[in-house]
């Protein structure tokens, strides 16, 4: 049965000083497929190891399916860890890597068979079970080490950048599986990665990591939508965020010779604050009208990069370049004047000095 995992003030320490997880709070449930993600360094395979129990924890509590799992070895908290390397053994065929879990809680061999059948034909390996590991590619070995998980019916799946040794295509392939198995399986999975478009088409809720501090814990959607932070608004989309100084001046926000008009709330907000960054994403600011409460923006096209499907127009507004993801058909030459219309709630403001969203 899959289970809920709960962080309480989660502390890692390295000798004592070092402290490299500062006190992270996260509640997962049962069933649901939560990413850490964060940029390297930032403590996701730490916070990962100290679940699984392959890290000592120096401070707090993890609470597996209720029970405070702290000083359990590995073995007894019921997890089932993938990793990058996949870790499988070399001179085992694909059949026994998977068995060997089993085998060693002294599983009845019927059962063994069962489980790992319906695990290779899930993940489309049953045809080659007998070969061993060297002679598979590289998604065929990670395939094997999710095998050799499932077959174990853990309480939590753990994955450590699983797909960060394939190349892109096969990556993107086997995210799909992944995100496919979790559907099939309602497993609790926790799965770390650097890479955001991982993290927002795998997960249930993204918990965002940096220096060891949880700075936002939601849904893709929030998290796109509603970032809680500055440092979360640059870490997600393709191009980021359009970010940029501006200092607030009667409602508007000034970005060096243009003012946005500001939402009244939003302006209100920012009161207080002296250094403020403008932020919108590039798909946000567009050529037509999209509402009668649209903000208009004078702008002067400055570069662009048509992708096919669409063109990334980078465009001056004031004193600063910001990036609009445009129609394919757009092919006014640089310097020409447009007109960009923004909606209000598609702006956002952080506070400069804290990186707090306004
Ligand atoms: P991520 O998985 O996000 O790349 P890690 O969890 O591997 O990050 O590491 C988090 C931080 O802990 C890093 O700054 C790393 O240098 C530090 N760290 C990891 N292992 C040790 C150790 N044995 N002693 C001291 N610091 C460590």
């Known amino acids: 049965m ?4 709960e962080l309480a003030q989660v502390v890692k320490s390295y000798d004592g000083k070092t ?19 964060g940029p390297s360094g930032c403590g996701k395979s730490t916070l990962l190891r100290m679940i699984a129990g392959l890290e000592p ?45 089993l085998r060693l809680r002294k599983t009845p061999e019927a059962e063994v068979q069962g489980r790992v059948m319906d695990a290779a034909r899930l993940l489309k390996i049953d045809h080659m079970l ?22 174990r019916q853990p309480k939590v799946f753990l994955f450590d950048e699983p797909l960060s040794n394939l190349d892109a295509q096969l990556r993107g392939e086997m995210r799909s599986e992944i995100k496919r198995l979790h559907q099939r399986l309602g497993a609790t999975i926790i799965y770390v990665t650097h890479d955001q478009v991982e993290a927002m088409t795998l997960a249930d809720r993204i918990a965002v990591l940096s220096a060891g501090h949880k700075m936002q814990y939601d849904t893709p ?22 970010l940029c100084e501006c200092v607030l001046y009667e409602g508007y926000a000034d970005l060096g010779g243009l003012r946005v008009p500001l939402p009244f709330e939003l302006a209100r907000r920012a009161g207080g604050c002296s250094r403020l960054t403008f ?17 208009e923006l004078p702008a002067e096209v400055a570069l662009l990069e048509p992708l096919g499907a669409e063109t990334l127009v980078t465009l001056r507004l004031g004193q600063r370049e910001l990036v609009a993801r445009c129609p394919a058909w757009f092919r006014q030459a640089p310097g020409s004047a447009v007109t960009l219309y923004v ?8 506070d400069a000095a804290t990186g707090t969203a306004i």
């Open 2 to 5: 899959p289970a809920a995992v």
């Open 19 to 37: 402290t490299v997880i500062h006190g992270i709070d996260l509640d997962i449930r049962a069933g649901e497929f939560v990413v850490f993600v």
């Open 57 to 101: 924890i120096s401070g707090g509590e993890v609470r597996i399916d209720g029970q405070v799992v702290n000083e359990l070895p590995p073995r007894q908290r019921d997890i089932a860890m993938v990793f990058q390397d996949y870790a499988l053994y070399p001179h085992k065929t694909l059949y026994d890597n998977m068995a060997f879990g």
């Open 130 to 151: 007998e070969r061993r590991p060297a002679a598979l590619s590289g998604g065929q070995r990670q395939r094997v080490a999710i095998g050799r998980a499932i077959v």
């Open 221 to 242: 959607e929030a998290i796109y939508n509603r970032p809680a932070a500055l440092f979360v608004a640059g870490f997600t989309g393709a191009p980021p965020m359009n």
């Open 279 to 295: 932020g919108v994403r590039p798909e946000n600011l567009r050529l037509a009208r999209g509402g009668a409460a649209d903000i």
């Open 343 to 350: 909606a209000g709630d598609h702006l956002h403001l952080f």
